[in-house]
């Protein structure tokens, strides 16, 4: 099976614009998560989406938002770019929602300038 | 915020040897993951490790959970240069509602030197 893919892998925005990320889980896999990884933050949970729903959601400002579509693929966007949303934004998918192996994608490098 | 802490925060090794790494976490979990993640890419799942269970191995890794001191260490053993890598455990707390979210450790960054 292929893994789980984040498009795209680099991105380069400024201060103010809005940015949407891509997810595609592993086939089957109807659970994705999305974390933030950040040097003096380390890794942090955004939000979870199982068969669209939005079952869980982590300490982010309403900036942030995402959303799962009946593919299972997934979205986040980040409005009003701060030069602190600079990051490493990594995708997980699961088979199920609840406590289980979680698969992460390679990531995508946001910059804010 | 963090849940986890990890000890040490950096290990340089020598090829060959066995390298351990040990993870607290402060609420009672459902399961405990380890991952690895070459140079800021995207991690990748090494093994999970249940409540109920105490010890597990896969390949050259070796796990151990204690739940009565919240505290996990993974072991690898005859290290390799491809091991050199930062390792993250995540735990999932028990009582969630619903859902699943990972909480992380800080990472223990390994060096291994050939």
């Known amino acids: 099976k292929a893994g789980v893919t984040q498009t795209p892998r680099y991105l380069i925005k400024t201060r103010g614009q809005q940015v949407t990320l891509s997810c595609s889980p592993i086939s089957g896999h109807r659970s994705v998560s999305w974390y933030q990884q950040t040097p003096g933050q380390g890794l942090q949970f955004l939000f979870e989406y199982f068969s669209e729903t939005q079952r869980n959601k982590g300490n982010f400002p309403g900036r942030f938002s995402g959303r799962q579509f009946s593919n299972s693929r997934s979205e986040m966007n980040v409005s009003t770019l701060e030069l602190g949303d600079s990051a490493l934004y990594l995708c997980a998918s699961s088979s199920t929602t609840g406590p289980d192996t979680q698969y992460f994608g390679p990531g995508t490098r946001l910059t804010v300038l | 915020s963090q849940q986890g802490e990890e000890d040490p925060q950096a290990l340089s090794i020598q090829e060959g040897e066995n390298a351990t790494m040990n993870c607290s976490y402060k609420?009672?979990?459902?399961?405990l993951q380890w991952y690895r993640q070459n140079s800021g890419r995207g991690l990748v799942h090494l093994i999970l490790i249940r409540s109920n269970e105490r010890e597990k191995h896969s390949g050259r890794l070796r796990v151990t959970l204690d739940t009565s001191k919240k505290s996990s260490s993974l072991l690898i053993t005859a290290s390799r240069a491809a091991d050199t890598a930062s390792y993250f455990c995540?735990?999932?707390?028990?009582?969630?509602?619903?859902?699943?979210?990972?909480?992380f450790g800080e990472g223990t960054q390994l060096t291994v030197n050939p």
């Open positions: 609420t009672s979990i459902n399961n």
């Open positions: 995540a735990t999932d707390a028990l009582g969630e509602t619903s859902g699943s979210r990972l909480t």
